[in-house]
Structures are given as structure tokens and as C-alpha cells.
């Protein structure tokens, strides 16, 4: 099932939303949030057992298993949380996500001690499994304890309520109370009794539901974003103009978000990023990365929007690129690199009914038209943030620090976990194509495992004296769940999709490397400034042999520490960009290829900068045109009462043009609008 969804949302200092989408989000995943001891895990479409990872995504079909004197807990979702006792195993038999009607959440206790959770805000119908028994709370917030020893189940509602099911019938039980169900599958009865005295396994269960509920994560977050709760200890949360808080991880200078860590090929989903990062659940299915000065900050998204937005999960949340090679064979391409998409980046899903689209999007470099339409997410999914500042694919082309955060690898390789990924050099990515849709890539068994680490004997002793018993895995279901597919024949499924035409975009085509940023004639290459590499054409005024410097270098001031800068060859780009034909000259967006300019966050400029925006002509026309090219952009957020991003337009046209009282009358119109917002949602407090 497809749902469309169109979401705009106006708070005041917070990014503008603009979204528009088709996403498949029939399945759901759930994930593995902590580990103690010897923890195994099973893929349903394989029935592979290997050692299992945090932060390794489970689907319907898949088990987890636990050792002697080890734990796991299991995320459901955002208010269903399973944990397991030592020598246990559960099987997840169904994972939906929230659609029209309620999620569904099943989960099987073959053998062991399970707790589970159920928060207050909780939007599934769950069921547990046991050989001879079927619980279903009835609450909406609730805690129950169960154990199994083969054909004997013992329920503990520790909070809430529930419905035992047994081929008997239906037992009700309360808080306080507890039901043993003895017997086979077709003949086993319930007997109810009070619930005993909570020990040292209900005391870490109830610690650790209130380290959850208690995190201060949540309060910059939302209730949907699973794991929000490992952000507490990892880093700490900043304020950034225009966006709100954000999220600031606690690592080395030089790292970059997506990778530490390696792909691995999940039914539906495929190729799903798994972090070795503790924290790395969270960040990298929701949200956006951008660079904020020169550390990555991970920005969650609109989460304040009175309940408007509604993050979606996904794999992750990066560009696909092809790098080197040509089109042909299985890739086609030398090496698979990623970069983490920004707010104003479009997101095109390799997965489900997207991921099998095979149309290659038509881009050409002059046809301004095409090129919105690949930055506006036709075919995937729109920016967050209608500002290509924030866009990290865009940026690229010039900016080295977020070049380098481009991970390649091998497409030999890609998924195997055997490698160290590379950084990728501008002339690489100048040549690279975005993919935006399959990732040509046929995933192998190798790519199946979160670590690639055989599961311990231990873990697997539950699942050995089953097979040895003779018993077989049967449970007493009011629901039975769907088979996981094959994975051959989802290996055969992605091979087909691909032998056609892969929908891949020349990068520069997007970036418009060759109209800016490519070497032409009549150009030179200019140095390094603040990590930023560039080569543009000499402006006209240009003394030979004057660096870029003599413009802009002396009296630049430093950038405020942790603020988000818009490199100085970015402007530059802007300003002197080709008149289209036909048309007026206007300040050409860097990356959407739009006549009207990139809406620019309000932070800190500094004077050297706010002066190479100005034309290259220095003439006054092209100054009242440029600064006629933001009003008009301005108005038409006007318009959509994104009177932020107005407000942010006006102020660059008179910095552009001081000249301009349009400008400046419009200002002012835009801050009374947005003040006279501002006293509207403070009055419906």
C-alpha cells in the first residue's frame, strides 16, 4: 500500500517543510537495541543463524535467540518494546507500520523469559505467541511478563491488561493477576492465579523502561523516532538558526555521518544501512545531516509541528552514486559511493515499488526545467527544506569537506563488510552518476549478515534441543503471519530490475559542475580556501594575476564557530552565473538550475562575502536584477506564509542593492506578518 502525503508546516525559527511523496510503508522493521552476553540471530527468508549486532534491523521472519546469562532487547516499534531473558528464543513474525487501519505487531516466545513493553502512545495491535497460547493486551499501556518451558506458558501482567487464549477459550487478566496455561497446542486450558512478587529480572526490565521514557532526547525528537534515547549519552543538542535544535555526536574531527558501519540486503527494504555506532539507529533512518561549520550535525526534522509531521523510516537516508566504469554488466560501474542527503536534498528510494522503477529521469544540463524537477523530488521524495544551502549533493561540487564525506567502495565489494571505504576526489564525483532508483548492485549471501560472525553455541542451544527433541516449531495464533519470501527470489527480482535501463543522472548535470565549476576556456584553477576548492572563470574585472584573495581573503572574518557557511566560490557561482537565453540575468541556484536563488538561512555574513555577491558587471541593472531575483523568490514564499524564508530573501536583496525601497517595505511587510503569526499560535496555547 502507497500513501500519498503532502505536509507543509510554518513555525517560527524552524525550517519550512515541503514534502510531497508516494512511500511504500506496508512492512515494518524493528530493531535490535541492545545486547548482553551471546546474542544470535536468524534471517527468516534464508534460515541463516549468525551473531547478531546492535542496531540490526529485523523483519517478519526473522528470530533472535540469547545465551546463557545473556539479555537482548528488541524495539518494535516507538511504544513496543520486547526483551529476552537468557536461554531464550523469539521468533518476529509481523512487523507492520501504522497505515490506515493500526500497525500490527506479532511476536512468537518459542522457549524462555520474555518481558514486554506496551508505552501509553502505542498505535498496534499486538499479540504474543506461545506454543499453546495467544496474549493479547487490551490496554493501552500495559507490561507482561511471559515464560515458557515447552508445553507450559506463564503470564505475569505486571501493568495494563490482557486476553490469554487457549483452544480452550479466553481468560481476561488484570494487573496483579497471572494465568498458567499447561497443555499441547490443540488441548491446552488456563488457570488463574495472583501474579508473584517482582525479582531482580522485573526490577532491570522497569530501569530500563524509564531510562527510555525519561531521556532528554525525546524533548527535541518526537515520540516516532525509535531509539531517541541513545542520543543522551553521545552528544549533545545545539541551537542553529532557522532549523531549531539539532543533534551534535561526540566523535573525531574528521569523521563523517554513514561510515562506520556496512550495508546489508533486507527483504522489501534492501540495501539498509547497520551502524557499529551505538547510537546509530536513530540518525541514520531519520532526518538529515548537513555541515554546521566544520562538524556534522544531525538535524531531525520539523518535529515541532503540533503532530503535522510524521517522520518516515527508511533504510537511509543518502545519494547513491556510480563511480568510474561504464554502463554494462552488473553494476555498470566501478564503485557504489553515498553521501547523507541534507534538509535541501531530494531523498529517491532504492526500495520497494520505487526501488523497481526502472525510468531514467531526463536531465540536460541546459533545461532548467529538468533539473528542478530532479531537485524537487519528482519520482522520490521532495526536500525538507526548500534551501539548496542545505543541500549536501549540491554543496559537494564545491566544498571539500563535504566531498570527503562521500564513502565509496568497490561494487565488487559492496555489502561484503570486507573494506574500508574510501573518499572520493572532485573530478571523481564530477564524473559520477546519481542513481535514483535500484541500486544496480545483486546482493549475495554475504551480504546477509550484520557481522559477518558465526552465531555461538551457546545462543543456538534452544534451537539444537528442538531439533533434537523432534519437536516441531508450532504456535497457537489468533493471526497467522505471512511467510518472508525467499531470498533467491528476491536476488532474481533485483537482477531483473536492473538489466534494463537504471535510472542514473550525470552529477554534474545536477550540480551544474560544467556550467560553473568545470575547467573552460578562458579559465584557471583557483587554490584552496577554507578546504574549499574551486575553479571558476576570471571575472572581467579581475586584475592578472590577482588571486581570489585580493577580492574577498583580507579583512574576511572568521565564521562564527558551528555556523553554517556557504563556501565563498558558492557565491561566487551564484553571482556570476550565464545569462539563460532569453531571459533576464538572475542569480542561478547552484544545483536546482531555478532563476530565482537559493533561499539562504539568516546567519551571520560577513561584509567580504556580501560583496563578491554582488554582479561581476557592477552595473546598476544587473544590481536592481539581482536584487529583483530575491524579492521575487520572497514573494512567493510570501505567498505559502513561509514568512521566514521571506524575510531571509529580502534582507539578502538589500544587502545586494541598498538602494532598493521595494526591498525594504517588503521587509517590513513580512516581519509584521510574521509577528502577527506569532501572536496567533501564542493565543492558542
Given at each position: 500500500?502507497?500513501?500519498?502525503?503532502?505536509?507543509?508546516?510554518?513555525?517560527?525559527?524552524?525550517?519550512?517543510?515541503l514534502?510531497s511523496?508516494?512511500?511504500?510503508?506496508?512492512p515494518?522493521?524493528?530493531?535490535?537495541?541492545?545486547?548482553?552476553?551471546?546474542v544470535?540471530a536468524?534471517?527468516?527468508?534464508?534460515?541463516?543463524?549468525a551473531?547478531?549486532?546492535?542496531?540490526?534491523?529485523?523483519?517478519?521472519?526473522?528470530?533472535?535467540?540469547?545465551?546463557?546469562?545473556?539479555?537482548?532487547?528488541v524495539?518494535?516499534?516507538?511504544?513496543?518494546i520486547?526483551?529476552l531473558?537468557?536461554?531464550t528464543q523469539?521468533?518476529?513474525?509481523?512487523?507492520?507500520?501504522?497505515k490506515i487501519?493500526?500497525?500490527?505487531?506479532?511476536v512468537?516466545?518459542?522457549?524462555?523469559?520474555?518481558?514486554?513493553?506496551?508505552?501509553?502512545d502505542s498505535e498496534?495491535?499486538?499479540?504474543?505467541?506461545?506454543?499453546?497460547?495467544a496474549?493479547?493486551?487490551?490496554?493501552?499501556?500495559?507490561?507482561?511478563?511471559?515464560?515458557?518451558?515447552g508445553?507450559?506458558?506463564?503470564?505475569?501482567?505486571?501493568?495494563?491488561a490482557?486476553?490469554?487464549?487457549?483452544?480452550?477459550?479466553?481468560?481476561?487478566?488484570?494487573?496483579?493477576?497471572?494465568?498458567?496455561?499447561?497443555g499441547?497446542?490443540?488441548?491446552?486450558?488456563?488457570?488463574?492465579?495472583?501474579?508473584p512478587?517482582?525479582?531482580?529480572?522485573d526490577s532491570?526490565n522497569n530501569?530500563r523502561?524509564e531510562?527510555?521514557?525519561?531521556?532528554?532526547?525525546?524533548?527535541?525528537?518526537?515520540?516516532?523516532?525509535?531509539?531517541?534515547?541513545?542520543?543522551?549519552?553521545?552528544?549533545?543538542?545545539?541551537?542553529?538558526?532557522?532549523?531549531?535544535?539539532?543533534?551534535?555526536p561526540?566523535?573525531?574531527?574528521?569523521?563523517?555521518?554513514?561510515?562506520?558501519?556496512?550495508?546489508?540486503?533486507e527483504?522489501?527494504?534492501?540495501?539498509t544501512?547497520?551502524?557499529?555506532?551505538?547510537?546509530?539507529?536513530?540518525p541514520?533512518h531519520?532526518?538529515?545531516?548537513f555541515?554546521?561549520g566544520?562538524?556534522?550535525?544531525?538535524?531531525?526534522?520539523?518535529v515541532?509541528g503540533?503532530?503535522?509531521?510524521?517522520?518516515?523510516?527508511?533504510p537511509?537516508?543518502?545519494?547513491?552514486?556510480g563511480?568510474?566504469?561504464?554502463?554494462?554488466?552488473?553494476?555498470?560501474f566501478?564503485?557504489?559511493?553515498?553521501?547523507?542527503?541534507g534538509?535541501?536534498?531530494s531523498?529517491?528510494?532504492?526500495?520497494?515499488?520505487n526501488?523497481?522503477?526502472?525510468?531514467?529521469v531526463?536531465?540536460?544540463?541546459?533545461?532548467?526545467?529538468?533539473?528542478?524537477?530532479?531537485?524537487?523530488?519528482?519520482?522520490?521524495?521532495?526536500?525538507?527544506?526548500d534551501?539548496d544551502?542545505?543541500?549536501?549533493?549540491?554543496?559537494?561540487a564545491?566544498?571539500?569537506?563535504?566531498?570527503?564525506?562521500?564513502?565509496?567502495v568497490?561494487?565488487?565489494?559492496?555489502?561484503?563488510?570486507?573494506?574500508?571505504?574510501?573518499?572520493?576526489?572532485r573530478?571523481a564525483?564530477r564524473d559520477?552518476?546519481?542513481?535514483?532508483g535500484?541500486?544496480?548492485?545483486?546482493?549475495?549471501?554475504?551480504?546477509?549478515?550484520?557481522?559477518?560472525?558465526p552465531a555461538?553455541?551457546?545462543?543456538?542451544?534452544?534451537?539444537l534441543?528442538?531439533?533434537?527433541?523432534?519437536?516441531?516449531e508450532?504456535?497457537?495464533t489468533?493471526r497467522?503471519?505471512?511467510a518472508a519470501?525467499?531470498?533467491?527470489?528476491?536476488?532474481?527480482?533485483?537482477q531483473?530490475?536492473?538489466?534494463?535501463?537504471?535510472?542514473?543522472?550525470?552529477?554534474?548535470e545536477?550540480?551544474?559542475l560544467?556550467?560553473v565549476?568545470?575547467?573552460?576556456?578562458?579559465?584557471?584553477p583557483?587554490?584552496?580556501?577554507?578546504?574549499?576548492?574551486?575553479t571558476v572563470?576570471?571575472s572581467?574585472?579581475?586584475?592578472t594575476?590577482q588571486g581570489?584573495?585580493?577580492?574577498s581573503?583580507?579583512?574576511?572574518?572568521?565564521?562564527?564557530?558551528?555556523t553554517?557557511?556557504?563556501?565563498r566560490?558558492a557565491?561566487?557561482m551564484?553571482?556570476q552565473?550565464?545569462?539563460p537565453?532569453?531571459?533576464?540575468?538572475?542569480m542561478?541556484?547552484?544545483?536546482?538550475?531555478?532563476?530565482?536563488?537559493?533561499m539562504?538561512?539568516s546567519?551571520?555574513?560577513?561584509?567580504s562575502i556580501?560583496?563578491v555577491?554582488t554582479?561581476?558587471?557592477?552595473?546598476?541593472g544587473?544590481t536592481?536584477?539581482?536584487?529583483?531575483?530575491?524579492?521575487d523568490?520572497?514573494?512567493?514564499?510570501?505567498?505559502?506564509?513561509?514568512?521566514?524564508?521571506?524575510?531571509?530573501?529580502?534582507?539578502?536583496?538589500?544587502?545586494?542593492?541598498?538602494?532598493?525601497?521595494a526591498?525594504?517595505?517588503?521587509?517590513e511587510?513580512a516581519?509584521?506578518?510574521?509577528?502577527?503569526?506569532n501572536?496567533?499560535?501564542?493565543?492558542?496555547?
Amino acid at each position: 500500500m502507497k500513501r500519498n502525503f503532502l505536509v507543509w508546516v510554518f513555525l517560527p525559527g524552524f525550517c519550512t517543510v515541503l514534502s510531497s511523496a508516494q512511500v511504500d510503508i506496508s512492512p515494518g522493521v524493528a530493531r535490535i537495541s541492545l545486547i548482553q552476553g551471546e546474542v544470535s540471530a536468524r534471517r527468516g527468508d534464508t534460515g541463516d543463524w549468525a551473531a547478531a549486532a546492535l542496531n540490526q534491523p529485523l523483519v517478519g521472519g526473522d528470530r533472535i535467540s540469547t545465551g546463557d546469562g545473556s539479555k537482548a532487547e528488541v524495539q518494535l516499534d516507538h511504544s513496543n518494546i520486547l526483551r529476552l531473558g537468557n536461554n531464550t528464543q523469539v521468533k518476529i513474525a509481523t512487523v507492520e507500520r501504522a497505515k490506515i487501519e493500526r500497525a500490527q505487531i506479532q511476536v512468537q516466545v518459542g522457549q524462555g523469559l520474555a518481558y514486554y513493553t506496551v508505552f501509553e502512545d502505542s498505535e498496534a495491535e499486538v499479540e504474543i505467541d506461545t506454543p499453546n497460547a495467544a496474549v493479547r493486551p487490551t490496554s493501552k499501556e500495559g507490561i507482561y511478563r511471559i515464560e515458557v518451558n515447552g508445553f507450559e506458558t506463564h503470564v505475569i501482567v505486571r501493568a495494563g491488561a490482557a486476553d490469554i487464549s487457549t483452544p480452550q477459550g479466553s481468560t481476561h487478566v488484570e494487573t496483579g493477576q497471572a494465568a498458567t496455561v499447561r497443555g499441547t497446542t490443540d488441548e491446552a486450558g488456563s488457570v488463574l492465579g495472583g501474579a508473584p512478587s517482582n525479582d531482580s529480572w522485573d526490577s532491570w526490565n522497569n530501569d530500563r523502561d524509564e531510562e527510555i521514557r525519561n531521556a532528554q532526547s525525546w524533548n527535541y525528537t518526537n515520540r516516532y523516532y525509535v531509539g531517541s534515547e541513545d542520543l543522551d549519552d553521545y552528544g549533545h543538542w545545539i541551537n542553529v538558526p532557522d532549523c531549531g535544535r539539532v543533534w551534535a555526536p561526540t566523535v573525531a574531527g574528521n569523521w563523517s555521518p554513514y561510515r562506520a558501519g556496512r550495508w546489508v540486503s533486507e527483504p522489501h527494504w534492501g540495501w539498509t544501512w547497520v551502524s557499529h555506532e551505538p547510537w546509530g539507529w536513530t540518525p541514520y533512518h531519520y532526518g538529515r545531516w548537513f555541515l554546521y561549520g566544520k562538524s556534522w550535525v544531525w538535524w531531525p526534522g520539523p518535529v515541532d509541528g503540533d503532530g503535522n509531521y510524521r517522520p518516515e523510516w527508511a533504510p537511509a537516508y543518502v545519494s547513491f552514486f556510480g563511480l568510474g566504469g561504464h554502463r554494462g554488466g552488473s553494476a555498470g560501474f566501478g564503485s557504489v559511493g553515498w553521501l547523507p542527503i541534507g534538509p535541501g536534498d531530494s531523498f529517491y528510494p532504492w526500495y520497494g515499488q520505487n526501488g523497481s522503477q526502472s525510468n531514467v529521469v531526463d536531465v540536460n544540463v541546459t533545461d532548467a526545467t529538468s533539473i528542478t524537477k530532479l531537485k524537487r523530488g519528482v519520482g522520490g521524495i521532495a526536500p525538507l527544506r526548500d534551501d539548496d544551502q542545505f543541500s549536501n549533493v549540491a554543496l559537494a561540487a564545491v566544498n571539500v569537506r563535504i566531498r570527503k564525506a562521500i564513502s565509496a567502495v568497490p561494487a565488487n565489494r559492496f555489502g561484503t563488510g570486507r573494506f574500508a571505504s574510501a573518499t572520493v576526489s572532485r573530478r571523481a564525483f564530477r564524473d559520477a552518476r546519481i542513481i535514483t532508483g535500484e541500486l544496480p548492485v545483486v546482493p549475495t549471501r554475504e551480504a546477509l549478515s550484520a557481522t559477518n560472525r558465526p552465531a555461538s553455541p551457546s545462543s543456538m542451544s534452544i534451537s539444537l534441543s528442538m531439533m533434537s527433541g523432534g519437536r516441531p516449531e508450532r504456535f497457537f495464533t489468533k493471526r497467522q503471519p505471512a511467510a518472508a519470501p525467499p531470498f533467491d527470489r528476491q536476488a532474481a527480482q533485483i537482477q531483473e530490475s536492473i538489466q534494463g535501463n537504471a535510472p542514473l543522472v550525470p552529477v554534474r548535470e545536477v550540480t551544474q559542475l560544467d556550467s560553473v565549476g568545470a575547467a573552460r576556456p578562458g579559465s584557471r584553477p583557483m587554490p584552496l580556501e577554507d578546504g574549499i576548492e574551486r575553479t571558476v572563470e576570471r571575472s572581467k574585472d579581475t586584475p592578472t594575476g590577482q588571486g581570489s584573495r585580493s577580492q574577498s581573503g583580507k579583512g574576511l572574518r572568521a565564521a562564527p564557530s558551528l555556523t553554517p557557511r556557504t563556501s565563498r566560490s558558492a557565491h561566487r557561482m551564484m553571482a556570476q552565473a550565464p545569462v539563460p537565453r532569453g531571459g533576464k540575468r538572475r542569480m542561478a541556484s547552484r544545483s536546482s538550475g531555478n532563476s530565482h536563488p537559493a533561499m539562504l538561512s539568516s546567519v551571520p555574513t560577513s561584509t567580504s562575502i556580501r560583496r563578491v555577491m554582488t554582479p561581476a558587471t557592477g552595473s546598476r541593472g544587473a544590481t536592481a536584477r539581482a536584487a529583483q531575483s530575491y524579492i521575487d523568490s520572497a514573494n512567493r514564499q510570501m505567498d505559502r506564509g513561509n514568512y521566514m524564508a521571506a524575510i531571509a530573501n529580502y534582507k539578502r536583496a538589500t544587502q545586494v542593492d541598498g538602494n532598493s525601497s521595494a526591498a525594504k517595505a517588503r521587509l517590513e511587510r513580512a516581519r509584521r506578518a510574521m509577528q502577527a503569526e506569532n501572536e496567533i499560535i501564542a493565543n492558542r496555547r
